[in-house]
């Protein structure tokens, strides 16, 4: 069994930074690919960006390129949400996500296997 435990949301002003920040306590984190979905009130859920379970390939939504980073820990076992240049579109409900597979969590379906409990980011203008 794999949990999540996110931290790391909360109020930004437009243009400022955030990091959200998810670990995995237990040993399988090496083996994951890890994700950040979000989901804006009355939305549906989606990728913001996602990277292979050794770091070597990573995507990005193309509303976030050049925006947001996400860097993998494994040492740590620990995946990151760097988040840059924030804008009001960004508030949303944050969910960190793993999956054995990185296609799979770029496929959009099935949903991956193992879910964050979701942080809040708002960004005020």
Not at 18 to 40: D, H, I, V
Not at 66 to 75: E, L, M, Q, V
């Amino acid at each position: 069994q794999v949990r999540l435990v996110e931290s790391g949301g909360g109020l930004a002003q437009d243009g400022e930074s955030l990091t959200l920040s998810c670990a995995e306590p237990g040993r399988a984190f090496p083996l994951y690919a890890m994700a950040w979905f979000r989901q804006a009130p009355g939305a549906e859920r989606h990728l913001v960006a996602a990277i292979s379970s050794s770091g070597g390939r990573t995507v990005y939504a193309d509303s976030v390129k050049g925006r947001f980073t996400i860097p993998k820990d494994n040492a740590k076992n620990t995946v990151y949400l760097q988040m840059n240049s924030l804008k009001p579109e960004d508030t949303a409900v944050y969910y960190c996500a793993a999956d054995r597979s990185i296609i799979k969590i770029t496929a959009g379906q099935p949903k991956p296997d193992y879910w964050g409990q979701g942080t809040q980011v708002t960004v005020s203008s």
